[in-house]
């Protein structure tokens, strides 16, 4: 067995093989002990029985899709939601869904939804309404990207 010192900067150095005179380095199963700026770690072991792949690369489908989603805003004024709700021919249903809420619920949802200046993309009310609106996840994030792009003339 050999002990190594791994830097804060990184680097990797062989401390020579572990001895009975190092008892800390030399224990089998040893942890990471701390030494100012760096630390000792047993060395790497092999794996038994674990088949390792390299991951495919994404495909360009695939990073288009993960940038889109970083740029679905997490957030948006309620009138911008408002309004492309109204747009999609979805905003009767929406407040449908919030007047057949049992009282007081339908009361604290029908104030929170008027109320609210933003509305959250992953808000607990949003997401709780999408499927009963017929919206998938795919969908909601494409109706946040129109309405982020609504300007009031």
Do not use: C
């Amino acid at each position: 067995m050999h002990n190594y010192i791994i830097s804060t900067n990184g680097t990797i150095r062989a401390l020579g093989p572990a001895t009975s005179r190092h008892p800390i380095t030399s224990a089998p199963g040893v942890r990471p002990v701390v030494f100012g700026e760096s630390f000792l770690v047993p060395p790497p072991q092999p794996l038994r029985g674990v088949a390792l792949q390299q991951a495919d690369p994404p495909t360009p489908e695939q990073i288009a899709a993960a940038v889109r989603k970083l740029s679905v805003p997490t957030s948006l004024p309620s009138w911008r939601v408002e309004a492309v709700l109204k747009i999609a021919g979805k905003y009767d249903a929406a407040m449908a869904i919030i007047d057949a809420l049992p009282e007081p619920q339908r009361t604290i949802t029908l104030t929170a939804w008027v109320k609210n200046e933003q509305v959250e993309r992953h808000g607990a009310l949003l997401n709780a309404a999408l499927p009963v609106l017929g919206i998938s996840d795919d969908e909601a994030d494409t109706m946040f990207l129109q309405a982020a792009s609504l300007t009031p003339n």
